[in-house]
């Protein structure tokens, strides 16, 4: 069965540090993957995907996440953190095995970004 | 581009009643369009997908016959909630399913409060 961890519930960073969310996934063939972020009372925004070719892929608002098929990792990183990164991210993976076009999410990680 | 709106953001209705939330895709068609449930501090739910011209297909577990679904055209995807109880209240999002390139990219409304007293 295809799916995606998040073993973090939170993280915390101080503003103007590097951050990094953790995501790893169990899939059958190539994996789509995706990262959106969340805030509060509000629908998910899309920041990035990977599904072939380079293995760092960069996003919005400076956002970057690096594939890693060995570890079966896909990490979202940003070399600076803002305050205003503050939000409940998710990891997900098309889930290729249904013959639909659905997504697996995480568990979703609260990221603190601390001034 | 890939704008999703939903309406209405919030509602409150009395237990009984249905309520009925729009998914609009602004700037793109989209064939296929997905209902989510998400509960505070919990991750997203599917609890339908949602296809142009044909009947949703619903996740194991979730009623078809209280949650209605309708997509009527290429941009508007409906979902209604029938005889609404206070266990019903939630967060609802959809998502529209964008073909960007070769694959496709899942761009998601602001989602709708729900609350039934």
């Known amino acids: 069965a295809q799916s995606v961890a998040q073993p973090e519930d939170q993280v915390n960073v101080a503003e103007g540090n590097p951050l990094t969310v953790k995501c790893t996934y169990s899939v059958s063939g190539n994996p789509y993957l995706f990262w959106y972020v969340q805030y509060p009372n509000r629908g998910l925004q899309f920041l990035l995907k990977y599904i072939t070719g380079d293995n760092l892929v960069k996003g919005s608002y400076g956002f970057e996440a690096e594939f890693n098929k060995s570890q079966t990792s896909f990490h979202l990183k940003k070399p600076s953190a803002l305050v205003s990164d503050s939000a409940l991210y998710f990891c997900?993976?098309?889930?290729?095995?249904?013959?639909?076009?659905?997504?697996?999410f995480g568990t979703g990680t609260r990221l603190k970004v601390l001034a | 581009g890939a704008v999703v709106s939903q309406h209405p953001s919030w509602v409150i209705c009395k237990s009984g009643t249905s309520v009925k939330i729009e998914c609009r895709s602004l700037?793109?068609?989209?064939?296929?369009m997905f209902w989510y449930r998400q509960f505070p501090k919990q991750s997203l739910m599917l609890m339908a997908t949602?296809?142009?011209?044909?009947?949703?297909?619903?996740e194991q577990g979730v009623e078809k016959d209280k949650f209605l679904i309708n997509h009527a055209s290429l941009t508007l995807s409906t979902l209604t909630v029938t005889s609404a109880h206070p266990e019903d209240s939630s967060f609802y999002i959809c998502s529209a399913r964008a073909l960007r390139g070769h694959t496709d990219t899942q761009y998601f409304g602001p989602g709708t409060r729900l609350t039934v007293l």
């Open positions: 949602s296809n142009e011209g044909s009947k949703a297909t619903y």
């Open positions: 700037d793109f068609q989209a064939t296929t």
């Open positions: 997900a993976v098309r889930d290729l095995s249904s013959g639909t076009y659905k997504y697996i």
